[in-house]
């Protein structure tokens, strides 16, 4: 089995260019969509969190927008949050690799993958890409993001630069989407065919 990790930074495309990989049949793990549902209404994430970030959560669990107010100004406490939440998202990895583990190619989309040193888990790592404009813009159309929010999240991430250059594949998404859909074909094609189990 080859695992595939998908990132890039905020805005960039990536949520779209995972779909593109499900659509070609290959399993995706999305470490967000786990996030959201460990820390949705009697998710395993929202009493460790209430603990840790008082008032950050509710009857609708986790409340993302108050939880973000009170972690992106600061690393350290940034950092508190993910000792919270990644090891859930790497025990949720693990369930998902074990139940797809005769697959040719599965792939990870995982936001964070340089920052939290997942390149390890993965065999080749596609960086999704975009003029630094494109993603400001696509970013900013968002309902709830702000100017300030956009800058504090990229502070957290590693430039989008660094992340091509330490890539494997870089897919970009500041172009027609059948060309992004190309490129994804591409690697599929080019993953699917020589795996070694
Ligand atoms: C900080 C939180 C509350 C913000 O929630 P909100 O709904 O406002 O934003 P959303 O989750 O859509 O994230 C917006 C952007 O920030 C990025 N981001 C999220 N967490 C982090 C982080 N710890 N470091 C850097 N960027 C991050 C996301 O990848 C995305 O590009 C939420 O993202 C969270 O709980 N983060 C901690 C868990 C984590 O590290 N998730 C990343 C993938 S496992
Ligand atoms: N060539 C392209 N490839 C991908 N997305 C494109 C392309 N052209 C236009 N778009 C549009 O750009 C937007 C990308 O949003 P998307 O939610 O995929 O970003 P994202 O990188 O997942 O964001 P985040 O990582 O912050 O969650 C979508 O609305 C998509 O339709």
């Known amino acids: 089995m080859i695992v595939l990790g998908l990132t890039g930074s905020i805005g960039m495309g990536k949520s779209t260019v995972a779909r593109m990989f499900a659509d070609e049949g290959v399993p995706v793990f999305d470490a967000d969509k786990t996030v959201r549902a460990l820390q949705g209404p009697g998710g395993?994430?929202?009493?460790?969190?209430?603990?840790?970030?008082?008032?950050?959560?509710?009857?609708?669990?986790?409340?993302?927008?108050?939880?973000?107010?009170?972690?992106?100004?600061?690393?350290?406490?940034?950092?508190?949050?993910e000792e919270i939440v990644h090891p859930a998202v790497g025990e949720a990895?693990?369930?998902?690799?074990?139940?797809?583990r005769d697959r040719p190619l599965v792939v990870?989309?995982?936001?964070?993958?340089?920052?939290?040193?997942?390149?390890?888990?993965?065999?080749?790592?596609?960086?999704?890409?975009?003029?630094?404009d494109v993603q400001r813009a696509r970013t900013l159309s968002r309902p709830d993001m702000t100017p300030e929010k956009f800058v504090r999240i990229m502070m957290h991430q590693l430039p989008d630069a660094e992340k091509r250059k330490r890539a494997d594949y870089v897919i970009?998404?500041?172009?027609?989407?059948?060309?992004t859909r190309f490129a994804v074909r591409r690697i599929v094609a080019c993953l699917s065919g020589g795996g070694d189990s």
């Open 172 to 179: 970009p998404t500041d172009c027609a989407i059948d060309e």
């Open 93 to 100: 990895r693990e369930a998902f690799l074990a139940e797809h």
């Open 44 to 81: 395993a994430l929202v009493a460790p969190i209430e603990a840790a970030f008082p008032g950050s959560t509710g009857p609708e669990g986790v409340r993302r927008a108050v939880l973000a107010d009170m972690v992106l100004h600061d690393r350290a406490v940034l950092r508190r949050l």
């Open 108 to 132: 990870l989309d995982v936001p964070l993958l340089f920052e939290t040193g997942g390149e390890k888990n993965v065999d080749k790592v596609a960086v999704v890409s975009a003029d630094p």
